[in-house]
């Protein structure tokens, strides 16, 4: 592996094609890291042409001179091992997975294998050969599976909220991962965030794992199994109609700006600490229903977000789901959310109108 210059820090992103891979390798690179990408276009397997990631890794490849993509399948057991050992990353942020909770049913094999043992696989090779680099693993809120849905709730005019006022702040890490209905998807994925915390407690490595709620951007490829803001949008600009599932619209998430997750890993990276745990999302402040979500986008395109409604909603699916960011901000006093959700939108409609070729409003 070629020398780095005094002082460079090697970082490995896996799914660095993705949204999030793509923008923790922009942003590590800008703080002057070697950035190291593992990324297969997976995405394009589980989604179709519409969830094709390669677009992205030329991007990278553009706008970051030093990247480095490496052409792996996380599951290579052997390919991993050797990769790391070659590599001895100074910090390994994990973001490849399958992401839908949906697409776990139809591939269980292949969503286990990818999540759980693919998380498996990199943890291992970082124990052998990296034990002191930061672990930063990319987990999920499906690993609450459905029990923030027994929390009371109040229906306003466009969304669900939290009636107890114990969750006013959204949901914070101590809540429980078990006895509920996770999907296949969320068993995955907490199966390897157990690993992750595990990695941490038993070898004590300064792994971590970061709860996601809806980490979005403008650089997700949104597909209508994952990536519901950057989906919904897209739906908008095509005039296409956008399917909800239940709960009368009023479904609430809250959303990240992929940048301001990638800050916090920057955060957790120069300030590590051992089998933590962090829900990361956008907070009550960035939160929306769809409802509100087709309001936010039509303001933006003044297009009438064209809807069909199916009274089922999907299996194990939240009807209210925000982060308390208390811990993260504790944690990390110099982390904060920076990018509200109506930027947020903004910069969403603008990627999608460029990469459609669709002409400005
Ligand atoms: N986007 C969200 O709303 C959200 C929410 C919570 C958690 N997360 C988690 O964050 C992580 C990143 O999500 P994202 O939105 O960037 O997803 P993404 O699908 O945009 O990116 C994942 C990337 O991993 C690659 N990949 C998948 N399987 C692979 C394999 N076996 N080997 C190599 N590469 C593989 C894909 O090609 C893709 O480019 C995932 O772990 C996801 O579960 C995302």
Redesign the pocket.
Known sequence: MEKLPHGMKNILV????????SEVSIFFSQQGCRVHG???????V?FGAS?D?RW?QARLTKEIPTFCHHE????NRDGILNLLGEIRPDCII??????SHDKAAEIPFEDFD??AG?TLNLLEAARRHCPESPFIY?????VYGDRPNSIALSEEAMRWDYADPAFAGGIPESFSIDQSKHSLFGAS?LAADVLVQEYGRYFGMPTCCL??????GPN??GVEL???LSYLVKCNIEGREYRIHGYKGKQVRDNIH?EDAARFMWEFFRAPRVAEVYNLGGGKANSCSILEAFAMAESFTGKKQASTYEDAHRSGDHICYYSDLTKCRAHFPDWDITISLHETIRQIVESWRTRLGSPLI
Not at 14 to 21: A, N, R
Request: overall charge positive; hydrophobic content about 30%; aromatic content about 4%.
């Open positions: 896996t799914g660095s094609s993705g949204l999030i891979g593992i990324d297969n276009n997976q995405r394009a589980f969830g990631t992205n792996m399948d996380i599951r994990h973001a490849a997975a399958q992401p990818t999540n693919g990319l987990s999920t809120n499906k994925k709860r996601g709620g809806c980490l979005t997700h490829s994952h990536g519901f992929a």
